[in-house]
Protein backbone atom coordinates (compact mmCIF):
# COMPACT_ATOMS: atom_id res chain seq x y z
CA UNK A 1 0.00 0.00 0.00
CA UNK A 2 1.36 3.74 -1.25
CA UNK A 3 0.37 6.71 1.02
CA UNK A 4 1.07 10.18 0.69
CA UNK A 5 1.45 12.15 4.21
CA UNK A 6 0.49 15.84 3.71
CA UNK A 7 0.81 18.23 7.04
CA UNK A 8 -0.34 21.61 5.90
CA UNK A 9 -2.64 24.08 8.57
CA UNK A 10 -0.59 24.87 11.27
CA UNK A 11 2.98 24.98 11.42
CA UNK A 12 6.02 23.25 9.14
CA UNK A 13 4.18 21.57 6.17
CA UNK A 14 6.03 18.60 5.52
CA UNK A 15 4.81 15.25 3.40
CA UNK A 16 6.29 11.73 3.95
CA UNK A 17 5.15 8.60 1.90
CA UNK A 18 5.13 4.89 3.51
CA UNK A 19 4.88 2.23 1.09
CA UNK A 20 4.64 -1.24 2.51
CA UNK A 21 4.47 -0.26 5.82
CA UNK A 22 8.40 1.43 5.37
CA UNK A 23 8.84 4.86 5.39
CA UNK A 24 10.22 5.84 1.90
CA UNK A 25 11.05 9.80 2.51
CA UNK A 26 9.72 12.39 4.88
CA UNK A 27 10.73 16.04 4.03
CA UNK A 28 9.39 19.65 5.00
CA UNK A 29 8.37 21.73 2.64
CA UNK A 30 10.95 24.81 4.13
CA UNK A 31 13.91 22.84 2.81
CA UNK A 32 12.59 22.97 -0.67
CA UNK A 33 11.18 26.75 -0.74
CA UNK A 34 13.78 28.46 1.48
CA UNK A 35 11.64 29.50 3.89
CA UNK A 36 12.03 28.98 7.05
CA UNK A 37 8.54 26.99 8.78
CA UNK A 38 7.39 26.81 4.90
CA UNK A 39 4.72 29.79 6.20
CA UNK A 40 4.16 31.74 9.12
CA UNK A 41 1.30 29.87 11.70
CA UNK A 42 -1.58 31.75 11.13
CA UNK A 43 -4.88 31.18 9.52
CA UNK A 44 -4.49 33.23 6.42
CA UNK A 45 -1.50 31.25 5.16
CA UNK A 46 -3.08 27.72 6.24
CA UNK A 47 -4.19 26.83 2.20
CA UNK A 48 0.06 26.61 1.33
CA UNK A 49 0.48 23.08 0.51
CA UNK A 50 4.00 20.96 0.87
CA UNK A 51 4.00 21.04 -2.84
CA UNK A 52 7.79 20.69 -3.32
CA UNK A 53 7.96 17.84 -0.66
CA UNK A 54 5.12 15.60 -1.47
CA UNK A 55 6.54 16.18 -5.21
CA UNK A 56 9.93 14.91 -4.52
CA UNK A 57 8.72 12.30 -1.94
CA UNK A 58 6.89 10.85 -5.17
CA UNK A 59 9.85 11.16 -7.44
CA UNK A 60 12.20 9.46 -4.71
CA UNK A 61 10.12 6.22 -4.84
CA UNK A 62 9.61 6.72 -9.07
CA UNK A 63 5.54 6.63 -8.30
CA UNK A 64 3.06 8.94 -9.99
CA UNK A 65 0.40 10.38 -8.09
CA UNK A 66 -1.64 8.03 -10.27
CA UNK A 67 0.30 5.20 -7.99
CA UNK A 68 -1.01 6.10 -4.46
CA UNK A 69 -3.66 4.26 -2.91
CA UNK A 70 -4.50 6.91 -0.70
CA UNK A 71 -3.16 10.24 0.84
CA UNK A 72 -3.96 11.85 4.36
CA UNK A 73 -3.71 15.23 6.03
CA UNK A 74 -3.48 15.78 9.41
CA UNK A 75 -6.42 17.40 10.41
CA UNK A 76 -9.85 16.57 10.35
CA UNK A 77 -12.16 19.25 9.50
CA UNK A 78 -15.27 17.46 10.69
CA UNK A 79 -14.09 17.98 14.43
CA UNK A 80 -13.34 21.71 14.01
CA UNK A 81 -15.34 24.34 15.95
CA UNK A 82 -15.55 27.71 15.83
CA UNK A 83 -12.77 29.46 17.45
CA UNK A 84 -14.91 31.50 20.07
CA UNK A 85 -17.00 28.28 21.02
CA UNK A 86 -13.24 26.69 22.27
CA UNK A 87 -12.68 30.03 23.76
CA UNK A 88 -10.01 31.14 21.57
CA UNK A 89 -9.31 34.31 20.07
CA UNK A 90 -8.47 33.87 16.43
CA UNK A 91 -11.02 35.87 14.72
CA UNK A 92 -9.59 33.94 11.48
CA UNK A 93 -9.52 30.36 12.30
CA UNK A 94 -12.60 29.79 10.47
CA UNK A 95 -10.38 29.91 7.25
CA UNK A 96 -8.21 27.23 8.20
CA UNK A 97 -11.91 25.06 8.35
CA UNK A 98 -12.34 26.57 5.11
CA UNK A 99 -8.80 25.87 3.42
CA UNK A 100 -8.88 22.26 4.91
CA UNK A 101 -12.21 21.09 3.40
CA UNK A 102 -10.52 22.33 0.29
CA UNK A 103 -7.50 20.51 0.47
CA UNK A 104 -8.15 17.54 -1.74
CA UNK A 105 -8.84 19.30 -4.67
CA UNK A 106 -5.96 21.50 -3.80
CA UNK A 107 -4.10 18.56 -3.48
CA UNK A 108 -5.05 17.57 -7.07
CA UNK A 109 -4.33 20.82 -8.73
CA UNK A 110 -0.75 20.43 -7.22
CA UNK A 111 0.07 17.09 -8.27
CA UNK A 112 -1.94 15.92 -10.70
CA UNK A 113 -3.69 12.66 -11.24
CA UNK A 114 -4.15 12.35 -7.42
CA UNK A 115 -8.04 11.39 -6.94
CA UNK A 116 -9.65 14.02 -4.22
CA UNK A 117 -11.31 11.27 -3.23
CA UNK A 118 -8.35 9.55 -2.31
CA UNK A 119 -7.39 12.08 0.69
CA UNK A 120 -8.18 11.11 4.15
CA UNK A 121 -8.65 13.52 7.07
CA UNK A 122 -6.84 12.45 10.19
CA UNK A 123 -7.26 13.84 13.42
CA UNK A 124 -4.40 16.09 14.14
CA UNK A 125 -3.63 14.68 17.58
CA UNK A 126 -3.78 10.86 16.05
CA UNK A 127 -1.47 11.66 13.45
CA UNK A 128 0.94 13.14 15.86
CA UNK A 129 0.08 10.08 18.34
CA UNK A 130 1.04 7.74 15.38
CA UNK A 131 4.50 9.75 14.68
CA UNK A 132 5.56 8.71 17.77
CA UNK A 133 4.44 5.25 18.73
CA UNK A 134 4.15 3.47 15.08
CA UNK A 135 7.50 5.15 14.49
CA UNK A 136 9.37 3.99 17.54
CA UNK A 137 11.48 0.67 18.05
CA UNK A 138 9.43 -0.78 19.33
CA UNK A 139 7.64 -2.86 17.14
CA UNK A 140 7.73 -6.47 19.40
CA UNK A 141 5.74 -4.46 21.76
CA UNK A 142 3.17 -3.10 19.65
CA UNK A 143 1.61 -6.84 19.53
CA UNK A 144 1.99 -7.22 23.09
CA UNK A 145 0.46 -4.69 25.57
CA UNK A 146 0.79 -2.14 23.25
CA UNK A 147 2.76 1.45 23.46
CA UNK A 148 1.63 4.08 25.64
CA UNK A 149 1.91 7.46 23.67
CA UNK A 150 1.13 11.36 25.12
CA UNK A 151 0.78 14.54 22.35
CA UNK A 152 0.91 17.82 23.55
CA UNK A 153 1.23 20.93 21.54
CA UNK A 154 -0.22 24.33 20.61
CA UNK A 155 -3.44 22.73 19.59
CA UNK A 156 -5.38 20.58 17.00
CA UNK A 157 -8.97 20.90 16.22
CA UNK A 158 -9.89 21.44 19.85
CA UNK A 159 -7.55 19.88 21.86
CA UNK A 160 -4.54 20.30 22.76
CA UNK A 161 -3.41 17.23 24.47
CA UNK A 162 -4.31 13.16 23.64
CA UNK A 163 -3.04 10.22 25.86
CA UNK A 164 -3.49 7.04 24.93
CA UNK A 165 -1.86 3.24 23.57
CA UNK A 166 -1.56 1.63 20.53
CA UNK A 167 -1.59 -1.79 19.84
CA UNK A 168 -1.78 -3.68 17.04
CA UNK A 169 -1.98 -0.69 15.08
CA UNK A 170 -5.01 0.53 17.02
CA UNK A 171 -5.19 3.33 19.11
CA UNK A 172 -6.85 3.88 22.08
CA UNK A 173 -7.77 7.36 23.35
CA UNK A 174 -8.14 7.55 27.22
CA UNK A 175 -7.72 10.89 27.30
CA UNK A 176 -7.60 14.39 25.66
CA UNK A 177 -8.05 17.90 27.03
CA UNK A 178 -9.91 20.21 25.29
CA UNK A 179 -8.68 23.84 24.29
CA UNK A 180 -8.78 26.76 25.45
CA UNK A 181 -6.12 24.94 27.88
CA UNK A 182 -2.93 24.21 26.50
CA UNK A 183 0.84 23.72 27.71
CA UNK A 184 1.99 24.36 24.13
CA UNK A 185 0.22 27.81 23.72
CA UNK A 186 1.34 29.06 27.01
CA UNK A 187 4.80 28.30 26.35
CA UNK A 188 4.49 29.79 23.17
CA UNK A 189 2.65 33.48 24.96
CA UNK A 190 5.51 33.57 26.89
CA UNK A 191 7.67 33.28 24.18
CA UNK A 192 5.94 35.85 22.63
CA UNK A 193 6.41 37.74 26.12
CA UNK A 194 10.18 37.41 25.88
CA UNK A 195 10.09 39.04 22.40
CA UNK A 196 10.82 35.86 20.66
CA UNK A 197 9.09 34.64 17.46
CA UNK A 198 6.30 32.76 18.80
CA UNK A 199 5.45 29.12 17.16
CA UNK A 200 9.48 29.30 16.57
CA UNK A 201 11.43 30.14 19.12
CA UNK A 202 10.13 28.18 22.01
CA UNK A 203 13.44 26.35 22.14
CA UNK A 204 15.34 29.99 23.10
CA UNK A 205 12.81 30.14 26.29
CA UNK A 206 13.73 27.04 27.57
CA UNK A 207 17.98 28.09 26.74
CA UNK A 208 16.98 31.20 28.88
CA UNK A 209 15.31 29.32 32.15
CA UNK A 210 18.85 27.68 32.80
CA UNK A 211 20.05 31.39 33.90
CA UNK A 212 16.88 31.64 35.92
CA UNK A 213 15.53 30.54 39.63
CA UNK A 214 11.92 29.64 39.50
CA UNK A 215 10.69 32.18 42.05
CA UNK A 216 7.52 32.58 40.40
CA UNK A 217 6.56 28.49 40.62
CA UNK A 218 3.93 29.05 43.07
CA UNK A 219 2.03 31.87 40.98
CA UNK A 220 2.31 29.16 37.92
CA UNK A 221 0.91 26.42 40.38
CA UNK A 222 -1.86 28.46 41.00
CA UNK A 223 -2.54 29.10 36.94
CA UNK A 224 -1.93 26.04 35.64
CA UNK A 225 -2.86 22.66 37.59
CA UNK A 226 -3.75 18.90 36.38
CA UNK A 227 -7.19 17.41 36.76
CA UNK A 228 -7.76 14.26 38.45
CA UNK A 229 -8.63 12.69 35.40
CA UNK A 230 -5.32 12.96 33.02
CA UNK A 231 -6.41 16.69 31.87
CA UNK A 232 -5.04 19.87 33.03
CA UNK A 233 -6.20 23.60 33.25
CA UNK A 234 -4.22 27.00 32.26
CA UNK A 235 -5.78 29.98 33.62
CA UNK A 236 -5.00 33.47 31.93
CA UNK A 237 -1.86 34.51 33.34
CA UNK A 238 -0.63 38.01 34.06
CA UNK A 239 3.08 38.14 32.67
CA UNK A 240 3.33 41.84 33.02
CA UNK A 241 2.87 41.10 36.71
CA UNK A 242 6.24 39.08 36.81
CA UNK A 243 8.67 40.39 34.13
CA UNK A 244 7.93 43.49 31.83
CA UNK A 245 6.77 42.47 28.26
CA UNK A 246 10.56 42.06 26.12
CA UNK A 247 10.27 43.79 22.30
CA UNK A 248 12.15 42.03 19.90
CA UNK A 249 15.87 41.76 20.19
CA UNK A 250 15.78 43.96 23.72
CA UNK A 251 18.01 42.59 26.72
CA UNK A 252 16.30 40.00 28.97
CA UNK A 253 16.75 40.48 32.68
CA UNK A 254 16.72 38.68 35.49
CA UNK A 255 13.37 38.43 35.69
CA UNK A 256 12.92 37.20 32.80
CA UNK A 257 15.18 34.18 32.86
CA UNK A 258 13.57 33.48 36.11
CA UNK A 259 10.03 33.68 34.84
CA UNK A 260 11.29 31.26 31.55
CA UNK A 261 12.83 28.76 34.34
CA UNK A 262 9.05 29.26 36.47
CA UNK A 263 7.16 28.29 33.08
CA UNK A 264 9.11 25.41 32.35
CA UNK A 265 9.22 24.25 35.80
CA UNK A 266 5.59 23.85 35.78
CA UNK A 267 5.38 22.66 32.06
CA UNK A 268 7.83 20.03 33.80
CA UNK A 269 5.99 18.78 36.92
CA UNK A 270 2.33 18.67 35.01
CA UNK A 271 4.15 16.72 32.13
CA UNK A 272 5.22 14.03 34.75
CA UNK A 273 2.03 14.22 36.50
CA UNK A 274 0.07 13.57 33.00
CA UNK A 275 2.39 10.80 32.22
CA UNK A 276 1.64 8.89 35.58
CA UNK A 277 -1.59 9.18 35.09
CA UNK A 278 -1.16 7.42 31.99
CA UNK A 279 1.03 4.78 33.22
CA UNK A 280 -1.13 4.50 36.24
CA UNK A 281 -3.88 3.66 33.80
CA UNK A 282 -2.15 1.45 31.45
CA UNK A 283 0.82 -0.19 33.42
CA UNK A 284 2.66 0.75 30.10
CA UNK A 285 6.61 -0.31 29.86
CA UNK A 286 7.07 2.42 27.09
CA UNK A 287 5.96 6.02 26.84
CA UNK A 288 6.38 7.29 23.30
CA UNK A 289 5.95 11.75 23.03
CA UNK A 290 5.16 13.76 20.08
CA UNK A 291 3.85 17.55 19.43
CA UNK A 292 5.78 20.23 19.66
CA UNK A 293 6.11 20.23 23.65
CA UNK A 294 8.02 17.01 22.69
CA UNK A 295 10.75 18.84 21.51
CA UNK A 296 11.57 20.40 24.77
CA UNK A 297 14.54 18.15 25.70
CA UNK A 298 14.58 19.55 29.38
CA UNK A 299 11.15 18.25 30.25
CA UNK A 300 11.82 14.67 27.98
CA UNK A 301 14.70 13.83 30.52
CA UNK A 302 12.99 14.18 33.99
CA UNK A 303 9.37 11.96 31.85
CA UNK A 304 12.69 9.81 31.08
CA UNK A 305 13.56 9.79 35.13
CA UNK A 306 10.81 9.97 37.03
CA UNK A 307 7.68 8.68 35.19
CA UNK A 308 7.84 5.43 35.78
CA UNK A 309 8.32 3.80 31.84
CA UNK A 310 11.06 2.23 31.57
CA UNK A 311 11.93 3.73 28.32
CA UNK A 312 10.71 7.17 26.91
CA UNK A 313 11.31 7.72 22.94
CA UNK A 314 10.59 10.54 21.20
CA UNK A 315 9.64 11.38 17.68
CA UNK A 316 12.62 14.02 16.34
CA UNK A 317 10.27 15.03 14.25
CA UNK A 318 7.98 16.10 17.34
CA UNK A 319 6.37 19.31 15.69
CA UNK A 320 4.05 19.02 13.23
CA UNK A 321 5.77 17.89 10.32
CA UNK A 322 5.59 14.67 12.13
CA UNK A 323 2.30 14.47 11.65
CA UNK A 324 2.72 13.63 7.59
CA UNK A 325 4.67 11.05 8.22
CA UNK A 326 2.15 9.70 11.49
CA UNK A 327 -1.06 10.92 9.23
CA UNK A 328 0.07 8.15 6.88
CA UNK A 329 1.56 5.40 9.11
CA UNK A 330 -2.46 5.40 10.95
CA UNK A 331 -3.37 4.51 7.83
CA UNK A 332 -1.21 2.06 7.21
CA UNK A 333 -1.34 0.55 10.82
CA UNK A 334 -5.71 0.57 10.29
CA UNK A 335 -5.47 -1.40 6.68
CA UNK A 336 -3.34 -3.92 8.30
CA UNK A 337 0.09 -3.49 6.98
CA UNK A 338 3.14 -4.20 8.93
CA UNK A 339 4.87 -1.26 9.94
CA UNK A 340 8.23 -1.08 9.85
CA UNK A 341 9.95 0.68 12.74
CA UNK A 342 11.91 4.47 11.93
CA UNK A 343 15.21 3.67 11.84
CA UNK A 344 17.03 7.08 11.34
CA UNK A 345 15.88 10.76 10.62
CA UNK A 346 17.72 10.77 7.46
CA UNK A 347 14.65 10.33 5.11
CA UNK A 348 15.03 13.73 3.03
CA UNK A 349 16.90 14.65 -0.04
CA UNK A 350 20.28 12.79 -0.86
CA UNK A 351 22.65 13.49 -3.55
CA UNK A 352 25.21 11.27 -5.60
CA UNK A 353 28.80 12.17 -5.94
CA UNK A 354 28.44 12.80 -10.01
CA UNK A 355 25.26 15.25 -8.70
CA UNK A 356 27.49 16.67 -6.33
CA UNK A 357 30.37 17.14 -8.34
CA UNK A 358 28.82 18.50 -11.43
CA UNK A 359 27.17 21.09 -8.38
CA UNK A 360 30.86 21.84 -7.82
CA UNK A 361 32.61 22.40 -11.51
CA UNK A 362 29.28 24.64 -12.22
CA UNK A 363 30.25 27.17 -9.12
CA UNK A 364 33.92 27.00 -10.64
CA UNK A 365 35.25 25.79 -7.11
CA UNK A 366 38.55 24.90 -6.32
CA UNK A 367 38.06 21.09 -4.61
CA UNK A 368 39.63 18.15 -3.95
CA UNK A 369 39.04 14.41 -2.84
CA UNK A 370 40.75 12.93 -0.12
CA UNK A 371 41.45 9.60 0.25
CA UNK A 372 39.57 9.45 3.62
CA UNK A 373 37.04 12.92 3.51
CA UNK A 374 36.65 11.75 7.30
CA UNK A 375 40.00 12.17 7.92
CA UNK A 376 40.20 15.64 6.45
CA UNK A 377 37.57 16.96 8.27
CA UNK A 378 39.14 16.15 12.13
CA UNK A 379 42.03 17.22 10.82
CA UNK A 380 40.87 20.43 9.81
CA UNK A 381 38.65 20.13 13.31
CA UNK A 382 41.85 19.77 15.88
CA UNK A 383 43.11 23.04 14.03
CA UNK A 384 40.49 24.54 15.18
CA UNK A 385 38.58 24.92 11.43
CA UNK A 386 35.14 25.79 11.45
CA UNK A 387 33.57 22.80 8.99
CA UNK A 388 30.55 22.59 6.69
CA UNK A 389 29.30 18.23 6.44
CA UNK A 390 26.83 17.71 4.41
CA UNK A 391 26.22 14.13 4.15
CA UNK A 392 23.79 11.86 2.88
CA UNK A 393 20.21 12.22 3.20
CA UNK A 394 18.75 15.43 5.02
CA UNK A 395 17.10 15.19 8.09
CA UNK A 396 13.58 15.43 8.78
CA UNK A 397 12.65 17.17 11.30
CA UNK A 398 14.27 20.53 12.87
CA UNK A 399 17.37 19.21 14.43
CA UNK A 400 21.08 18.74 12.63
CA UNK A 401 22.14 14.63 12.80
CA UNK A 402 25.53 14.46 11.05
CA UNK A 403 24.29 15.27 7.47
CA UNK A 404 23.42 18.93 6.98
CA UNK A 405 25.63 20.08 10.09
CA UNK A 406 28.31 23.02 11.23
CA UNK A 407 31.19 21.18 13.16
CA UNK A 408 33.75 22.19 15.67
CA UNK A 409 36.13 22.07 17.92
CA UNK A 410 34.66 21.64 21.21
CA UNK A 411 37.55 21.89 23.61
CA UNK A 412 37.25 25.86 23.10
CA UNK A 413 34.56 28.08 24.70
CA UNK A 414 34.87 30.53 22.13
CA UNK A 415 33.54 28.31 19.61
CA UNK A 416 30.41 28.31 20.96
CA UNK A 417 30.44 32.12 20.54
CA UNK A 418 31.80 31.38 16.43
CA UNK A 419 29.43 29.41 15.91
CA UNK A 420 26.22 31.38 17.22
CA UNK A 421 27.84 34.11 15.13
CA UNK A 422 28.06 32.24 12.10
CA UNK A 423 24.38 31.67 12.58
CA UNK A 424 22.82 34.96 14.14
CA UNK A 425 21.86 33.13 17.81
CA UNK A 426 21.64 34.62 20.42
CA UNK A 427 25.14 34.16 22.46
CA UNK A 428 23.29 32.60 25.49
CA UNK A 429 21.82 29.42 23.57
CA UNK A 430 24.24 25.75 23.73
CA UNK A 431 25.63 24.45 21.29
CA UNK A 432 25.47 20.51 20.73
CA UNK A 433 27.93 17.58 21.14
CA UNK A 434 28.02 14.43 18.94
CA UNK A 435 29.76 11.76 20.47
CA UNK A 436 30.59 8.02 19.80
CA UNK A 437 27.53 6.14 21.54
CA UNK A 438 30.22 4.02 22.81
CA UNK A 439 31.88 6.37 24.82
CA UNK A 440 29.10 8.24 25.49
CA UNK A 441 28.29 6.71 29.02
CA UNK A 442 31.89 8.24 30.47
CA UNK A 443 30.97 11.54 29.97
CA UNK A 444 27.51 12.39 29.90
CA UNK A 445 25.02 10.79 32.92
CA UNK A 446 21.38 11.00 33.83
CA UNK A 447 19.76 11.29 30.63
CA UNK A 448 19.03 8.43 28.79
CA UNK A 449 21.03 6.55 26.30
CA UNK A 450 21.93 6.09 23.68
CA UNK A 451 19.83 9.38 22.57
CA UNK A 452 20.77 9.25 18.41
CA UNK A 453 18.24 12.30 18.02
CA UNK A 454 19.20 15.02 20.76
CA UNK A 455 16.01 14.98 22.30
CA UNK A 456 17.11 14.73 25.99
CA UNK A 457 19.80 16.77 28.01
CA UNK A 458 22.90 14.97 29.94
CA UNK A 459 25.00 16.04 32.80
CA UNK A 460 28.52 16.42 31.92
CA UNK A 461 30.63 14.51 34.01
CA UNK A 462 32.66 17.31 36.24
CA UNK A 463 36.16 16.39 34.98
CA UNK A 464 35.21 16.63 31.29
CA UNK A 465 33.40 20.14 31.79
CA UNK A 466 37.06 21.96 30.73
CA UNK A 467 38.22 19.71 28.61
CA UNK A 468 34.75 20.00 26.14
CA UNK A 469 33.27 23.92 27.29
CA UNK A 470 31.88 25.28 23.90
CA UNK A 471 29.10 22.61 24.72
CA UNK A 472 28.21 22.71 28.15
CA UNK A 473 25.32 24.80 28.88
CA UNK A 474 25.31 27.31 32.31
CA UNK A 475 23.92 24.63 34.16
CA UNK A 476 26.48 22.10 33.11
CA UNK A 477 24.07 20.25 31.00
CA UNK A 478 24.51 19.48 27.15
CA UNK A 479 22.04 18.34 24.46
CA UNK A 480 24.16 15.19 23.12
CA UNK A 481 23.79 12.80 19.54
CA UNK A 482 25.24 9.70 20.15
CA UNK A 483 26.26 8.29 16.92
CA UNK A 484 26.54 4.27 16.40
CA UNK A 485 29.15 3.40 14.19
CA UNK A 486 26.78 1.00 12.45
CA UNK A 487 24.48 3.46 11.83
CA UNK A 488 26.65 5.97 11.24
CA UNK A 489 29.67 4.53 9.71
CA UNK A 490 31.13 7.73 7.83
CA UNK A 491 29.93 9.95 11.27
CA UNK A 492 31.74 7.49 13.52
CA UNK A 493 34.71 6.90 11.63
CA UNK A 494 35.16 11.64 11.62
CA UNK A 495 34.39 11.19 14.98
CA UNK A 496 36.87 8.05 15.80
CA UNK A 497 39.42 10.28 13.98
CA UNK A 498 39.00 13.35 15.81
CA UNK A 499 39.42 11.28 18.95
CA UNK A 500 42.90 10.16 17.70
CA UNK A 501 44.11 13.68 17.59
CA UNK A 502 42.90 15.37 20.42
CA UNK A 503 41.63 12.70 22.55
CA UNK A 504 38.12 13.63 22.70
CA UNK A 505 35.82 11.45 21.49
CA UNK A 506 33.35 14.55 20.78
CA UNK A 507 32.61 17.35 18.36
CA UNK A 508 30.41 20.70 18.36
CA UNK A 509 27.29 19.77 16.05
CA UNK A 510 24.88 22.48 15.09
CA UNK A 511 22.71 22.91 12.17
CA UNK A 512 24.03 23.88 8.94
CA UNK A 513 22.33 26.87 8.01
CA UNK A 514 23.16 30.99 8.29
CA UNK A 515 20.49 32.85 10.44
CA UNK A 516 16.93 32.76 9.31
CA UNK A 517 17.30 30.13 6.95
CA UNK A 518 15.92 26.36 7.16
CA UNK A 519 19.18 24.09 7.40
CA UNK A 520 20.42 23.52 4.18
CA UNK A 521 19.04 20.71 1.86
CA UNK A 522 20.93 20.44 -1.54
CA UNK A 523 24.16 21.26 -2.89
CA UNK A 524 23.70 24.38 -4.18
CA UNK A 525 22.29 25.20 -0.61
CA UNK A 526 25.23 24.47 0.85
CA UNK A 527 27.62 26.09 -1.36
CA UNK A 528 25.66 29.47 -0.67
CA UNK A 529 26.17 29.00 2.87
CA UNK A 530 29.90 27.78 2.52
CA UNK A 531 30.41 31.29 0.44
CA UNK A 532 28.73 33.77 2.84
CA UNK A 533 29.56 31.91 6.49
CA UNK A 534 33.26 32.17 7.84
CA UNK A 535 33.79 28.56 7.48
CA UNK A 536 37.03 27.10 7.11
CA UNK A 537 36.17 23.42 5.25
CA UNK A 538 32.90 22.44 3.16
CA UNK A 539 33.01 18.36 3.47
CA UNK A 540 30.46 17.53 0.86
CA UNK A 541 29.96 14.05 -0.02
CA UNK A 542 33.22 12.57 -0.63
CA UNK A 543 34.75 16.10 -1.99
CA UNK A 544 36.39 18.78 0.47
CA UNK A 545 36.46 22.80 -0.61
CA UNK A 546 38.85 24.87 1.73
CA UNK A 547 38.79 28.61 2.21
CA UNK A 548 41.19 30.62 0.82
CA UNK A 549 43.45 31.86 3.34
CA UNK A 550 43.77 35.50 2.96
FE1 LIG B 1 0.51 19.84 16.43
Same mark, same amino acid.
Given at each position: ?25 ? *? ?61 ? @??? @? ?12 ? /? +?? *? ?29 ? /? ?16 ? *? ?100 ? *? ?102 ? /? ?130 ? +? ?22 ? @???? @? ?23 ? +?
Amino acid at each position: MKVLGINALFHDPSAALVVDGGIVAA *AEEERFSRRKHGHRPVPFAAWELPEQAARWCLASAGLEPTDLDAVTYSYDVRLARPADEMGLH @DPW @DHLRQTYARQAPEF /L +AT *ALPGLDPADVTFVPHHVAHAASAALAAPYDA /LLDAGGVDVLVLDGRGEC *ASHLAGTYERGRLTTHRTQELPHSLGLLYEDLTEHLGFLRSSDEYKVMAMASYGEPRFLEELRRRVRTSPEGGFVTERIDWDAMAKRLAPGEQWSQDHADLA *ASVQRRLEEVLLELARWLRGRTGGRVLTLAGGVALNCVANTVLAEHSGYDEVWVQPAAGDAGTSLGSALHLAAQAGERLVPMRGADLGRGWTEVEIEERLRTAR /LRYERPDDIAETVAECLAEDGVVAWFQGRSEFGPRALGHRSLLAHPGRRENLERLNDVKGREQFRPVAPMVLADRAGDIFSRGPLPSPYMLFVHDVAPHWRDRIPAVVHVDGTARIQTVDADQEPLVARMLT +AFERRTGLPVVVNTSLNTAGRPMV @DDPR @DALECFGSAPVDLLAIGPFAVRRPT +A
